[in-house]
């Protein structure tokens, strides 16, 4: 069981909108700790995508956003490529249990 | 440019320990944190712990507490993280990644991780 949570699976066709969400708690997000994003593809290690809930790294696509609503974030992915098929997660600090980094348990993005 | 540049892959018994490093290179060694995280076949990522190559200090997860030291090597640029007493659910690839360091006028630390190594695959197996 993940602290944070995000949907198993997504998916969407070529062009398409999508978004993933990552659900807190007053521990993390809420506790004023960000939410971070990073893409997995297949076989590879991961890779920093958002940061600090809306920055986008040098190189990363402006079709890749982040945002912020309560203890929550989401990531959304516009304009939809077979590319961007891949392991999402989040990821943020957790005061909990000593306080540690937590990862959400990730999502699998599928592109039709 | 950055990297993160990791040992090789490790087949051990149940019991055994193993150490795993990570060397990187394109910045000044000491001035970012460098965090460990694992991921079993098929599962998510797993954070196990942080190292301030800087002065040395760690900070591991519960989970981890008893059984993983990081270390570091400030001649050689080098992390090292050791895992002991494997047992077969350990199986997994481990990675390191870089961590930007904020500080404020009392303390500092580290929020995302930047950079990561290309993984080293630890098999534990009897």
């Known amino acids: 069981q993940s602290v944070l949570t995000q949907p198993p699976s997504v998916s969407g066709a070529p062009g398409q909108r999508v978004t993933i969400s990552c659900t807190g708690s007053?521990?993390?997000?809420?506790?004023?700790?960000?939410i971070h994003w990073y893409q997995q593809l297949p076989r590879t290690a991961p890779k920093l995508l958002i940061y600090?809930?809306?920055n986008r790294p040098s190189g990363v696509p402006d079709r890749f956003s982040g945002s912020k609503s309560g203890t929550s974030a989401s990531l959304a992915i516009t304009g939809l490529q077979a590319e961007d098929e891949a392991d999402y997660y989040c990821?943020?600090?957790?005061?909990?249990?000593?306080?540690?980094?937590?990862f959400g348990g990730g999502t699998k993005l599928t592109v039709l | 440019q950055v990297q993160l540049v990791q040992s090789g892959a490790e087949v051990k018994k149940p019991g055994a320990s193993v150490k795993v490093s990570c060397r990187p290179s394109?910045?000044?060694?000491?001035?970012?944190?460098i965090h460990w995280v694992r991921q079993a076949p098929g599962q998510g990522l797993e954070w196990m712990g942080v190292?301030?190559?800087?002065?040395?200090?760690?900070s591991h997860a519960q989970k981890f507490q008893d059984r993983v030291t990081m270390t570091r090597d400030t001649s050689t640029s080098t992390v090292y993280m050791e895992l002991s007493s494997l047992r077969s659910e350990d199986t997994a690839v481990y990675y390191c990644?870089?961590?930007?360091?904020?500080?404020?006028?009392?303390?500092?630390?580290?929020?995302?991780?930047?950079?990561w190594g290309q993984g080293t695959l630890v098999t534990v197996s009897p």
């Open positions: 990644a870089r961590g930007p360091q904020y500080c404020t006028s009392t303390t500092c630390s580290t929020y995302y991780l930047d950079y």
């Open positions: 394109g910045y000044t060694f000491t001035s970012y944190y």
């Open positions: 190292i301030n190559p800087g002065g040395g200090s760690t």
């Open positions: 007053s521990s993390n997000i809420g506790a004023g700790f960000a």
């Open positions: 600090d809930y809306t």
């Open positions: 990821q943020s600090y957790d005061t909990s249990l000593s306080g540690s980094w937590v």
